[in-house]
């Protein structure tokens, strides 16, 4: 956990919300100068800070339309951090809650430099990264309409369908397997979704990957010199990573992609682990499947994860084999070279 320890003659601590914002300024001696709730928008929120505008740090939680806030303080050349939620939630928890103590507790932490930070993400990249983050959500929906139409096929006990659902002429051999007109309708409806969702990604995913191509060019081409990562999961992580300077350590780097967990430890004994969920989900997810997808063909990674369960069960070793594979990544990025197989597997 990092905090932000920079100290400033004024703390603005927002309680932010989509329509309104809750402001609290407070000086270096802890004492309240502004608390007043304002709309949301731009003019307002400068014509309230102008004042204090010398030498003045300006934090929120972090929720969904921080955006434009950092944007704003970009503009302003004022400082801007972001706080993370789960850290917040546990520091600045009370009997009695609302929009007034937040924004009173947010200046307060920065003033006492608890402010847990969370990474401002840079703004040239932010909207690719929401729209690959829409990406996966809507390959999952499509995940789920596959599978929907394995269940019907079991619900009407019909022999297991062997089609690929990804190619458009099984997903018209598809439409002749039930008899019933609503059970086809039924299945009708997830092809058809199903078709508009093949059609439609296929166009995204190229235009992912220029502006990747345009954003990290080099870091792209790195990430792709991995057996078993290719385009969607060296954008994922590319995007997800997002600036690797940020992280002053693998270690760093290894928990914020969830490839370790911590220990829960007091008085000398140890109590199982925690945090599991801090961290990026999404690199947790594109380190696995790249630890599978590496296994695939390749006599050397099987070896070495036949090494890792000697020592620990298959899921572990697995687990093992994903976290060695981010520490490369990390090294990659930061030294920028090339995969090097022989020592990945040696070392």
């Not at 706080?83 to 947010?106: P, Q, W």
């Not at 997830?190 to 060019?217: F, G, T, V, W």
């Not at 976290?323 to 990390?330: D, I, N, P, Q």
Request: charged share 25%; net charge positive; aromatic share 10%.
């Amino acid at each position: 956990m990092n905090f932000y320890n920079s100290t400033h003659q004024h703390y603005c601590g927002i309680d932010l919300h989509a329509r309104s914002l809750y402001v609290c300024i407070i000086d270096q001696a802890g004492d309240t100068l502004l608390h007043k709730e304002i709309p949301a928008r731009p003019e307002s929120l400068y014509n309230l800070i102008l004042p204090y505008l010398d030498d003045l740090v300006i934090g929120v939680e972090c929720m969904h339309c921080w955006y434009w806030l950092s944007d704003f303080c970009e503009e302003q050349a004022i400082p801007f951090i972001l706080g993370h939620a789960l850290y917040m939630k546990a520091i600045h928890g009370g009997k009695t809650k609302n929009d007034r103590i937040d924004s009173y507790k947010i200046a307060a932490l920065m003033r006492g430099g608890n402010f847990p930070l969370a990474y401002v993400y840079p703004r040239e990249m932010r909207a690719t990264r929401d729209l690959l983050r829409r990406r996966t959500r809507i390959v999952r929906h499509g995940a789920d309409l596959k599978a929907h139409v394995a269940n019907t096929t079991s619900q009407y006990n019909l022999p297991p369908n062997r089609v690929n659902l990804k190619n458009y002429g099984a997903r018209e051999q598809l439409r002749s397997t039930f008899d019933q007109p609503d059970v086809q309708r039924n299945i009708d409806l997830d092809m058809n979704i199903l078709e508009c969702y093949h059609r439609e990604l296929s166009k995204l995913e190229c235009h992912l990957e220029q502006q990747a191509k345009r954003h990290r060019p080099v870091d792209f081409s790195l990430l792709k010199t991995i057996p078993g990562i290719g385009r969607i999961l060296a954008l994922t992580i590319l995007y997800e990573v997002g600036d690797i300077q940020r992280f002053e350590s693998v270690q760093k780097f290894a928990s914020y992609a969830r490839l370790i967990k911590c220990k829960a430890e007091s008085a000398g004994k140890t109590y199982g682990t925690q945090g599991n969920k801090i961290g990026n989900a999404h690199l947790k997810w594109a380190f696995s499947e790249a630890a599978v997808l590496y296994l695939r063909g390749n006599p050397g990674a099987q070896k070495l994860l036949q090494r890792f369960q000697k020592r620990m069960s298959k899921a572990k070793a697995l687990s093992a084999l994903a976290h060695k594979m981010g520490r490369a990544v990390y090294f990659m990025l930061k030294n920028k070279k090339v995969f090097d197989e022989k020592r990945f597997l040696t070392s």
